[in-house]
């Protein structure tokens, strides 16, 4: 069995969506070959048609009649174990056998980055303008929602990356100016603060970039509750309540 083999029986219609005479007849005809590679009666091997036909509607539906065929001529070739004789277990082995191969992962494997490929190359891609605009929206809503736990005592669960961001966002708009104070305060909590495990799992760029992040979003964290403290009013951009649809 190679890979060549496998990717080949792979371009037929998956047993999930066969009708049941066609079904039915296919397995026919594999059991057909099947004995007869084996030295065995038709007759005989026949009486489990039936019984793979439903196996490999409930379990195997993934698969294609050829890749059955094919597990089965892997399975007579002894890849899968010693063949003693034709059972309906034996059958079930072989089949089992076929899944788990390395060969076939291997195939699966090419079918869904290609299957991705496939997902991101028909995605309709948005303009820069409406880039800016979902950024922008995405920054309001982590400060309103941020600006809301201040206000009512209660800490966020905060994004590091997403907060340096809406950091960087205020920035702009001009509503917060460098200070070395909250910097340097910023920075010794980010020595001392351990990133959530899920979160630090997904970031994968590199420990400078990880560390700056944190570092401006805990700037972000100080200001708002400084000026809350003092009294002052988050002031931010007035958008609409319903994001565009740009998917």
């Known amino acids: 069995m190679t890979v060549d083999a496998i990717r080949e029986a792979r371009r037929s219609a998956k047993i999930a969506t066969l009708d ?3 079904l039915q ?7 057909r070959e099947t004995a007869a ?17 439903r196996k490999l509607r409930t379990e195997f539906g993934g698969l294609t009649l050829d890749e059955v065929q094919l597990a089965f001529h892997a399975g007579t070739e002894e890849e899968f174990g010693k063949n003693y004789n034709i059972t309906y277990a034996t059958l079930l082995l072989w ?3 076929y899944v788990s191969d390395r060969r076939v992962a291997l195939v699966y494997e090419e079918e869904r980055k290609a299957a991705v490929r496939k997902r991101k190359a028909s995605a309709p891609q948005m303009s820069g303008a409406q ?3 979902l950024m922008m929206r995405s920054n309001i809503e982590l400060l309103q929602r941020r ?10 669960f ?3 990356r997403a907060g340096a961001l809406a950091f960087d966002y205020l920035v702009e708009l001009g509503e917060i100016r460098p200070d070395s104070r909250r910097r340097k305060a910023a920075e010794v909590m980010a020595d001392i603060e351990t990133p959530h ?10 420990a400078a970039e990880v560390r700056e992040a944190s570092v401006r979003n805990i700037e972000l964290r100080l200001f708002l509750r400084d000026l809350y403290k003092s009294g002052g009013v988050l002031r931010l951009p007035a958008v609409d309540n319903d994001m565009p649809n740009y998917l």
């Open 25 to 31: 007849a296919g397995v026919r005809e594999i059991m």
């Open 147 to 156: 600006w809301k736990d201040i206000v009512e005592g209660r800490d966020s």
């Open 37 to 53: 590679m084996n030295g065995k009666d038709y007759t005989i091997v026949s009486q489990f048609s039936s019984l793979l036909t």
């Open 158 to 160: 905060e994004v590091p």
């Open 20 to 22: 049941e005479f066609t």
């Open 95 to 97: 089949l089992r056998g």
């Open 197 to 206: 495990p899920f979160l630090a799992a997904l970031d994968k760029a590199g």
């Open 131 to 133: 880039i800016r605009d």
